[in-house]
């Protein structure tokens, strides 16, 4: 089976650092995705962890631990319009589903 | 190409009504996924198509639905005889035949049953 699960709301203000967690539980790892989605939108791409560590991404960072079933997203220099939704996302075992949490909305205010 | 599209973007039905959606993927992707997302959760995986075959059905895709991709490029998505909890935005998305790809999402259609 799979779970995947984070915050579902989190509060901000511009020109701050927020990060959101996410942890999972998968039968078969193939990494960990995370999406934006703003509201009424589709989502959008952020990143893709497979290996430990912590990739980043111009203001956006993205860390994964393996053994701990653990990933955050990492957002610094907040602006307005980093209000949002973030889902967290990892393929099911046979790589055919992509699975996604129910996602964090991260409200920044000024 | 200009990304996944979806239409209609929007579709209000009454309860008992058929619904048909359409999506075109990115030309060269093999893979196309649909996805129904409701307010305040993420998309929820509904089926998979690796070209026109469909190769994964989530139990949430009741008999009611049914989709196909019939020369595997552009894919619909039917619903028979829906109802209020129908009502939802539905996702399309597509990806490269690689192990492991971002999935790429359309605008969706976001479907009101009344």
Not at chain 1, 4 to 16: F, N, Y
Not at chain 2, 6 to 33: A, M, W
Request: aromatic content about 12%; some cysteine.
């Amino acid at each position: 089976g799979q779970n995947i699960d984070q915050p579902t709301e989190m509060t901000a203000t511009e020109g701050a650092i927020v990060q959101i967690n996410c942890t999972y539980q998968t039968s078969g790892f193939n990494g960990l995705f995370w999406y934006q989605q703003h509201a009424g939108e589709a989502p959008t791409f952020l990143s893709y962890n497979v290996l430990d560590g912590l990739e980043e991404k111009g203001r956006f960072s993205s860390f994964l631990s393996r053994s701990k079933g653990y990933s955050y997203l990492l957002l610094k220099e907040l602006q307005m319009k980093d209000s949002a939704s973030y889902l967290c996302a990892s393929y099911n075992q046979a790589g055919t589903a992509l699975i996604f949490g129910k996602g964090a909305t991260l409200s920044v205010s000024s | 190409d200009t990304g996944v599209s979806q239409n209609p973007r929007h579709k209000i039905t009454k309860r008992g009504q058929n619904v048909t959606f359409r999506c075109d993927p990115i030309s060269e992707h093999n893979r196309l996924y649909w996805y129904r997302q409701t307010l305040g959760q993420g998309p929820e995986f509904l089926t998979y198509f690796q070209n026109e075959a469909q190769l994964e059905k989530s139990r949430l895709l009741s008999d009611r639905f049914s989709a196909e991709r019939p020369k595997g490029s552009f894919s619909t998505l039917e619903i028979q005889r829906t109802e209020q909890g129908d009502s939802a935005m539905y996702l399309c998305a597509s990806s490269l035949e690689t192990t492991v790809t971002e999935a790429f999402f359309g605008q969706g259609t976001r479907l009101t049953v009344v």
